[in-house]
């Protein structure tokens, strides 16, 4: 079964840290670019960044809202992608989605919520 | 930064057509894609590559572009349709990912 499973949200407050993983089964996942989308409560679907496959380079691209406070990494031995969060703000608040396009429809995990608040 | 442009909500009564838009661009160059994103459920893809269909998803969804425009046309609306929907691109460097603001379906 192709599946995504994230683990790792909780409560910290500003400035703190967090680090989120995702555990990828089913698939080829070396082969695969793998994506973090947010949604903060009452908001739209917001792209994180990506990582794109060892094969195809392994770059990491941001977006503009996290680039220099989060950092994504992938453990191919392990099949896992992480997002490393610091210097958090109120603002990170939302559910944290793990993403691949490896194939159609696309796969998605259930999601991971992280509340950031003093 | 790239922006990608739908209206706030679209409402429409069962069996009838909804037709929701998407602007940006880049939309010529690059696909566009469409989720429906349902309260408490990951997002669903419902179109990819601007006008294919994911297997699954009932023949009453389709897409279609012009110019930089992309709609998501869902012909026969049911009550379960009701949801958000958001479309999906990339800048006109292919390496940002965007989505529209999302759009509000309301089935009367």
């Known amino acids: 079964e192709v599946q995504l499973v994230e683990s790792g949200g909780g409560l910290v407050k500003p400035g703190g840290s967090l680090r989120l993983s995702c555990a990828a089964s089913?698939?080829?996942?070396?082969?695969?670019?793998m994506t973090w989308v947010r949604q903060a409560p009452g908001r739209g679907l917001e792209w994180v960044g990506r990582?794109?496959?060892?094969?195809?380079?392994?770059?990491?691209d941001y977006a503009a809202p996290v680039k220099g406070r989060f950092t994504i990494s992938r453990d191919d031995s392990k099949n896992m992608v992480y997002l490393q969060m610091d210097s958090l703000k109120n603002e990170d608040t939302a559910i944290y989605y793990c993403?691949?396009?490896?194939?159609?429809?696309?796969?998605w995990g259930k999601g991971t919520t992280v509340t950031v608040s003093s | 930064s790239y922006e990608l442009t739908q209206p706030p909500s679209v409402s429409v009564s069962p069996g009838q057509t909804a037709r929701i838009t998407c602007s940006g661009d880049a939309l010529p160059k690059e696909y566009a894609y469409w989720y429906q994103k349902k309260p408490g459920q990951a997002p669903v893809l419902v179109i990819y590559e601007d006008t294919e269909r994911p297997s699954g998803i009932p023949e009453r969804f389709s897409g279609s572009s012009s110019g930089t425009t992309f709609t998501l046309t869902i012909s026969g609306v049911q009550a379960e349709d009701e949801a958000d929907y958001y479309c999906?691109?990339?800048?006109?460097?292919?390496?940002?990912?965007?989505f529209g603001g999302g759009t509000k379906l309301t089935v009367l």
């Open positions: 993403t691949t396009r490896i194939r159609i429809p696309d796969v």
């Open positions: 999906e691109s990339t800048d006109s460097s292919g390496t940002y990912v965007v």
């Open positions: 990582v794109k496959s060892n094969t195809d380079g392994g770059t990491k």
């Open positions: 089913g698939f080829t996942f070396t082969s695969a670019w």
